[in-house]
């Protein structure tokens, strides 16, 4: 593996400078609305931006989060020291991988929401899934849909495919035998030495192997992402805009300039 630092979000998104272009100096703290309701009436465009600003803060987060995953694989002193009990190789490998899988779960989940939130969808929650969203999108947002296929496998490498139950968390740290690497990790102290197994060499190899998978999985899905959100980008300057007739405050200067059909 390397030591590249892997700066992925969504800043090459189109879709990230119309939003922030939409809400620009807006500032809900200088308008008296007394509760939500209001000020979805007043300015419902700006509610759908804020929705909006939300659900993709919280997406590109995600992408945030997952920068740290090669840091942990590069660490080098493992054992990892704990005034507790030292942290094995294989349980140190296992979280990593526990995490990775966490956080592609929720990249996907997020997402869903996200496209939810935009399209005004109105799914709940128990329906956000790959198989409803199908029904919904494959007629007018068929593009929308194929991003959001590859996000909802991204990580499944990292899963034991050869496990019928591999869904509920089972997952494969590519040693052949990762339970035998297990006992063995187990058996490592600073004073034994292990016959018959070489841990480190093991170890090792495995790392390189996961590192590998973990940095296409999210790459694959953070070009995904940003081709998902800028697919929306139309929609969502138009849905803004629509809302923004009658309204209390209007479109801000940004938009007005850079992002209406007339501009």
């Known amino acids: 593996m390397n030591n590249d630092y892997y700066w992925w979000g969504l800043e090459e998104s189109t879709f990230k400078g119309v939003l922030y272009d939409s809400i620009n100096m807006y500032f809900l703290h200088e308008h008296p609305y007394k509760d939500w309701n209001e000020f979805a009436e007043a300015d419902p465009h700006m509610a759908y931006a ?7 803060e919280a997406l590109e987060q995600q992408f945030v989060d997952l920068r740290v995953i090669p840091q942990m694989l590069g660490v080098e002193n493992i054992p990892l020291k704990s005034s507790v009990k030292d942290i094995n190789r294989y349980d140190w490998l296992k979280s990593i991988v526990d995490l990775s899988l966490f956080r592609f779960t929720s990249l996907r989940d997020i997402a869903f929401h996200f496209v939810n939130e935009v399209l ?20 007018n947002h068929a593009e929308i849909l194929e991003y959001l296929k590859v996000l909802d496998q991204t990580g499944m490498p990292l899963r034991e495919d050869r496990n019928e139950r591999a869904h509920k968390g089972f997952c494969n740290l590519y040693t ?21 197994y070489d841990l480190v060499a093991t170890y090792e190899n495995s790392r390189e192997k996961i590192y590998s998978v973990v940095v296409k999985e999210v790459q694959d899905a953070n070009s995904a992402c940003i ?32 992002h209406r059909e007339d501009s």
């Open 50 to 56: 804020h929705l909006t600003y939300v659900r993709f």
């Open 120 to 139: 005004e969808l109105n799914l709940p929650d128990h329906k956000l899934n790959i198989k409803q969203l199908k029904k919904v999108l494959k007629e």
């Open 176 to 196: 052949d035998d990762d339970q035998m690497f297990k006992n063995m990790a187990w058996s490592e102290s600073p004073n034994s030495t292990i016959s018959g």
């Open 227 to 258: 081709k998902l959100v800028d697919e929306l980008y139309r929609y969502y300057r138009d849905r803004h805009d629509a809302l923004s007739v009658n309204s209390r405050s209007g479109v801000s200067h940004h938009f007005h300039d850079y």
